[in-house]
DNA sequence: GTGAAAGCGCTAACAA
DNA sequence: TTGTTAGCGCTTTCAC
């Protein structure tokens, strides 16, 4: 066992440090770490000077000459949604098993906060960036420029040409719908989030599609209601519905936590969703407590971020082909939740 | 306007490009970044060639020159778990307000992914860490020896000595049995997580002094449960109670994700909280689903990360006092979820 | 196969 | 006040 010099050091070690040690150059230390050729014998004797002496390689350094990195960015409105939380957590497993770390930050849909963590990511040189985005031009042209690759995921971005990995909104709106028509509803509002938000409007866009062609002259337009993507926007839109002098019989709602606004209050107000059909096209966190009898499309937010990560990482080692665009999910298989009380 | 030398560029634009557009020396471009005097006239024409070329400082070259680096490192069981998630947010909000950036790790309350983390922290010379260790002997002493703080929140770490951002957990423990005993049940079970953790322990801790206090003659090894720290780990520890020969009236959980699975099997089993007690300690997702009838006693997850950001982001600041422990949130209040259906 | 030396982009003495 | 210079820790030609 060699002597040790493990003693409280206020600095991390150098690889000049490990080299003396050794009795080698630093560009050997170098090299052992890095994999290079190196005579087999120097690479226990290195290793072990490493180990006695706590060395960690400074990946700053190493980035700043290399020019790589191997930290990715990830953006997105709100990691205390679980649709956005399941999806970092599909990228964070992706990114780890590929030997990369993650970088967090929340937008809130602002696009100035989502402007600072692009400034972030730029300033540090991240190896690349994965970002849903605010709006449909936030503007990752800086980025780009710098040959930092960007994946946009569950929104697209129309004024760049990056990958995307989305879901069919409109798709996902319609079968989400058809479901309550197939179950004998009849007046079915639309509720989703912010209008000119792009998933917000495609979602509805399927519910459009799929109730003019149950019954061309029926009133959409009383029956769709935008709200704030969380879960008091989801009762205000139930309670602004029931108002209505004809109110609807079933709702489809497009956005997972507004879902569970409505459910509360349709809860509230008596209801099942046997009586007053109910569609989500999301996903209801901790399935087993809301109420039975609700149609369920799940959104594979997980796998949304692994797929992200994936074509990211694609990019950072070198893919060069033109961007794509990586639909997830369809086609749409809606599922019953819970057991009807006999 | 000046004349833009824009166009597409491969690389990132240094320090010394924008000097030599403005005129001026690389120092004086460092000085104009870092506020440090210069004089006035300079700032201007510093600044527009920088947003000409689009500068982005390199921070890794900075970090390598100075020794810091404006990321700090956040290390949990599972983003996925609502507690962590909100606790994200604490931390990433302060750190983001103080001019921060967070990475992100999930231990899946793995050591060696812990250790693979901590590892990314000592490698990208992370400011510091925030850990909520996978157990009480997580080895960060090579983060302290480097200097580098760590502040252990929600769980402590005995083997070093680090400041430590806390629950009371007997207290919470105590309080929730307290509650169901006030309510008038008498055989009270307690349902927490892995034993040999040192929260379950505690809460186990606080259940089984009430319970004493109570009634010194209480079976209490019949009625405590260690189960797994997620949903189906509540539904069986349930179902584990209700098979007892004597079954307990009332249960006591002291984890949010067991709580679920709790409710659901009560549910499922045709009970109320008011003809069977529950009691919380922990946080309920999306309360307004959950059944009636329980007595909740809520973690204040947000909080806990804002304060183990703030005490890092002190120490990094250079703050040099005793490692100290904070406890948030005693004395608890039992709060009585939902209304009782006449 | 190994080492010396240069340089990644930046900041901090030190000079001017 | 401003510029020159050296060096943070690493990788990578280029000689040996």
Chains 1, 2 share one sequence.
Not at 98 to 106: P, T
Request: aromatic share 6%; net charge negative.
């Amino acid at each position: 066992m060699t002597e040790t010099t493990r003693r409280d050091r206020k600095h991390a070690v150098t690889i000049y440090e490990v080299a003396a040690k050794a009795g080698v150059s630093a560009s050997t230390v170098s090299r052992v770490f890095n994999g290079v050729k190196v005579s087999p014998d120097l690479i226990p004797l290195v290793r072990a000077a490493a180990k006695d002496l706590d060395f960690t390689p400074n990946q700053g350094a190493r980035s700043l000459r290399t020019r790589t990195s191997d930290v990715i960015g990830l953006i997105v409105a709100d990691i205390e949604n679980p649709f956005f939380t399941s999806l970092a957590r599909g990228v964070e497993d992706t990114a780890r098993a590929a030997g990369y770390s993650v970088m967090l930050g929340n937008s809130d849909e602002e696009e100035s906060k989502e402007r600072e963590y692009l400034d972030v990511a730029l300033s540090q040189r991240l190896a690349g960036v994965i970002i849903a985005p605010a709006t449909d031009h936030s503007d990752i042209t800086t980025l780009l420029q710098q040959n930092r690759p960007v994946v946009a995921v569950d929104r697209a971005l129309v004024d760049s040409e990056v990958d995307s990995v989305l879901v069919n909104n409109v798709a996902g709106g319609r079968a989400a719908t058809e479901v309550l028509l197939q179950n004998g509803f009849q007046r079915i509002a639309c509720v989703v989030g912010p209008s000119s938000t792009q998933t917000a409007d495609d979602r509805a866009r399927g519910w459009y599609d799929a109730m003019m062609k149950h019954n061309p002259r029926f009133a959409a337009e009383r029956y769709l209601v935008h709200g704030s993507n969380h879960v008091p926007g989801g009762s205000e839109a139930f309670e602004r519905l029931l108002a209505l002098p004809e109110p609807p019989d079933a709702i489809f709602v497009g956005h997972n936590l507004m879902a569970i606004g409505v459910l509360e209050s349709l809860v509230e107000s008596g209801r099942t969703p046997f009586d007053f059909g109910v569609s989500v096209f999301g996903d209801l966190p901790y399935v087993g407590l809301v109420p039975a009898g609700i149609h369920l499309i799940s959104l594979p937010a997980r796998e949304l971020g692994e797929m992200a990560a994936r074509v990211l990482l694609d990019r950072i080692a070198g893919d060069t082909q033109p961007p794509r665009t990586i639909v997830l999910g369809t086609p749409w298989h809606p599922r019953l939740i819970g057991v009807p009380k006999a």
